[in-house]
């Protein structure tokens, strides 16, 4: 029998909620369950044609052949530059449609073909021995907040009726390893930090960002399963935050709930929970158990409806059953893949998000005198250190070895020698001495990559399933760094990784260290700039370098006392928004609009900067408040603004921060939020206070009112 068909849901003119709906209650039970799969079929008879929900790109469309491959996000976020990396989800989205729109072409609709990404990631980078740290933009709720709020709004787009792509905010909530734990591991984390540290920057991507989906992580929150959790999905996340897109599971999470966490006692149980609390889509396969789950009274269809109809909301967003003429996106050519502009963004972020983090005058080298420069490290000639994880894939790669070669003069000699291995014990060369014997300077390339750090399976060479027990340099080459310096030549130390490395022995003996992260596509040219002068760095750490992994709470421990630099107590060997240039700014003028701020109030605060040395650079100023003496448990410093600004030499700039009263808040045990009077300390400069320098004023909170 064939079913009459309501073909209003094929209606532009009707809302998009309205269509879903109406497309909807077309559909059979079966084929309903069967569209909450991350791989969905066609289903004919209503045009709807086969979608796979799964795509990546986290710096880049990943996974998917040529794409334009930017920083990893630590990366990005070291650049302290929003509208940099807004420019940059820009430009992503921009070649995801274009991919997609050919893909369709080619008949082509299997996974990471698709318009929904599964992108950024926002977890809090809370212990640098995570793998995945390297997806995220630091440790710093604010930073991770401003940067997911702009990632977000750049692969979005700006057209009022369709989606350029559909964003995703991940892991909802409390997750940052450990990795091998993942699957079976309870988050326990009190109300406090869980609203101060792990919820603000996913609050701003859904209140600020609009961003239509949200993917629940593996783990237990407080011994919900967060794919099945009424706080973190009914109450917080669509209760106060008023979220209205769609919630999609990590891959396999909902299958953990039944197997590894034993919330419910089979698999047609935990789908009926997962769907009940409020997840969408399954990324995974044990969905097709609601159709069991149904039968047994588990879970009624309406309930099914109600994440179907929110799915096919977003497929209609994105313009999936409009006519192509009417949606601006569709007409993206194939051409801007790996185009020259999205190369030269490429190269300006890798640029911007370099570190300076100790220079004792070598640098900039002085190319047109240089004789001979050596090159070494196990990373000097390694184009995987440029890519990170989750990436796509560029022709136009440049190795740090090539850049360093393109960037010296015809008559110098380069000499190159790999050092030793990555991580294996190779042994260090003995000749080191006789191929650097004309050397006046050794480059040596050293760090992690993503065989060393990443997701649980990826990272195939990590110590703990994707982790690291030790924050080191890996295998021989800490013994490589102590050979080279014995040479009794200038070495500079250009490091890549996704999060921290112990550099203290280093920091005392090389003479200049730049911290390079996985930079992308352009890593080889922007750190060549950055040697010979050719570029100021101007990046900023988003994230702490302590002296020693002994410095740390347990891993396992979500608990934030010692945590980052809103927490810790011990000095570290770089503090989170250290970077160094190559000339000098000065501050002044620092003023308040008023003394005293109350709820629902905004003050502003103004700085002058000026470039004081004798090159144009960019300046990175950073604003931080400090409560001076706070009654309950609270941050001994948190950043609340940043901006980074170009000055030529000789030039100032005054800049004028806005402060929210809610900026001032602290949050009682039971994570209610208020204001605690008394006085707070607003600290701008280049860096944190004590480690740059800075100005200081201050105000008042006259009485307690909740925020």
Known sequence: MTLPIDDRYRDTKLLVKERAAILVSNLTLREKIAQMLHQSPPIPRLDVPKYGWWSECLHGVGRAGKATVFPQCTGLAATFHADLVQEVADAISTEARAKHHDALRRGFHAQCSGLTFWTPNINILRDPRWGRGQETYGEDPYLTARMGVAFVKGLQGDDPRHLKIAACAKHYAVHSGPEAGRHAFNSVVNPRDLRETYLPAFAACVTEAGV??????????????????????????????????????????????????????????????????????????????????????????????????????????????????????????????????????????????????????????????????????????????????????????????????????????????????????????????????????????????????????????????????????????????????????????????????????????????????????????????????????????????????????????????????????????????????????????????????????????????????????????????????AKVTAPRLHLEGFRRIPLKTGECRELVFQLRADQFRHFHDDGTAFLEPGLYHIHVGGGQPGYARCLKVSLKITSETVS
């Not at 209760?239 to 034993?262: L, R």
């Not at 136009?396 to 070895?401: E, P, R």
């Not at 570029?535 to 421990?557: I, Q």
Request: aromatic share 8%; glycine share 10%.
């Open 212 to 629: 239509e989906s949200v993917m629940t992580a593996y783990n237990r929150t407080n011994g919900e399963a967060c794919s099945a959790s009424p706080t973190l999905l009914g109450q917080i996340l669509r209760g106060e935050w008023k979220f209205d897109g769609h919630v999609v599971s990590d891959c396999g999470a909902i299958e953990d709930i039944w197997q590894n966490h034993k919330i419910t006692a089979t698999a047609p149980e935990a789908a009926a929970l997962a769907v009940r609390e409020g997840c969408d889509l399954c990324c995974g396969e044990i969905y097709r158990n609601l159709l069991e789950a149904v039968q047994q009274g588990l879970i009624r269809e309406e309930e099914i409806d109600r994440s179907v109809i929110r799915l096919f909301t977003t497929r209609m967003r994105l313009g999936q059953f409009d006519p192509p003429e009417e949606v601006r996106w569709t007409s993206i050519p194939p051409e801007v893949v790996c185009s020259r502009k999205h190369s030269d963004l490429a190269l300006q972020s890798a640029r911007e998000s370099i570190v300076l983090l100790k220079n004792n005058g070598i640098l900039p080298l002085k190319r047109d005198t240089l004789k001979c420069v050596g090159v070494t490290g196990p990373l000097a000639l390694d184009l995987d250190v440029l890519l990170g994880n989750y990436n796509g894939h560029s022709g136009n790669m440049v190795s740090y070895l090539a850049g360093i070669v393109e960037r010296t003069g015809a008559g110098t000699s380069v000499a190159y020698h790999k050092g030793c291995d990555l991580f294996r014990p190779s042994g260090v060369n003995a000749g080191l001495g006789w191929w650097f014997a004309e050397a006046e300077v050794i480059i040596a390339f050293v760090g992690n990559s993503a065989q060393l750090e990443g997701e649980e399976g990826d990272a195939y060479n990590a110590d703990a399933g994707g982790d690291r027990t030790k924050i080191t340099l890996p295998g021989q080459q800490q013994q490589l760094l102590e050979a080279l310096v014995a040479l009794k030549r200038p070495v500079i130390l250009v490091v890549s990784g996704g999060g921290a490395i112990d550099l203290t022995w280093a920091e005392e003996h090389c003479d200049a260290i730049l911290f390079a992260w996985y930079p992308g596509q352009a890593g080889g040219t922007a750190v060549a700039d950055v040697l010979f002068g050719d570029y100021n760095p101007a990046g900023r750490l988003p994230v702490t370098f302590p002296k020693s992994v002994e410095d740390l709470p347990h891993f396992h421990s979500y608990d934030m006392a010692g945590r980052t630099y809103r927490y810790a107590r011990t000095a570290p060997l770089y503090a989170f928004g250290h970077g160094l240039s190559y000339t000098t700014f000065a501050y002044s003028g620092l003023s308040l609009s008023a003394d005293t701020i109350a709820p629902g109030d905004t003050l502003e605060v103004r700085v002058t900067v000026r470039n004081t040395g004798e090159r144009d650079g960019d300046e990175v100023v950073q604003l931080y408040v400090e409560p001076a003496q």
